[in-house]
């Protein structure tokens, strides 16, 4: 398989783009600079870097880079700085989700392409109705009208769920929703639920970033789990930590 990777040298995208190398698989990824790479990535012989920011290529560029990919994988993220969450672009995510589901169109492939998402635990999958509790539901309405990178978050999953939706005749999509990001060294035990299982704010679980990826490039790879979770936006947790 071929994985066109966004989001690459953020802290999860890394760890994705390392898991699938392992399971040998070639990988494309997008970077502002090939300095923000380990050198074991850059050299490897299964990785193809282009160095671009991915909202500055032209859709003639975007749908060339994704020719030939079976499947999209985005880690992409806001900084957590002022810059990051206060300045442009405000809709990093989804509009290169929405324009790279249009550069997987414009090839016409003749097998379906995949798209994992990386989104997050403060945002409902509304196609399930899911209930929040009335505390998380103000915190989110806070965020919605304070942090644009949450609004960005929950319109990324819109693309997928609502333009693509679960029929489309290309693209079959997850949205892969973790619960408080930590950083560990080692794949651990995981849990995977269709909804959240606990208040995303007042009472968040956690998961590692190294779990994420795990979970991600194996939705990639193992074709049962993929069938069993397309079209849904599961949430992740360690096991240790529910």
Known sequence: MTIFVVGATGATGQLLVEQLLNRKQSVKIVVRTINDLPEHIKNHKNITVIQASILDLSDVEMAQHVKGCNAIASCLGHNLSFKGMFGQPRRLVTDATRRLCRAIKANEPETMVKFVLMNTTGN??????????LSQQCVIWLLRLLLPPHVDNEKASDVLRTE?????????????????????????EYDIYPSPIRNAIFDAGTVSRINVASFMSELITDQSLWKKWKGQMPVIYSKSNE
């Open 124 to 133: 409902s999958n509304r196609d399930l109705s899911e209930k929040t509790p």
């Open 164 to 188: 693509m939706g679960q029929n489309d005749n290309v693209i079959e999509w997850i949205a892969v929703r973790p619960d408080g990001l930590i950083n560990e060294t080692k794949v651990t």
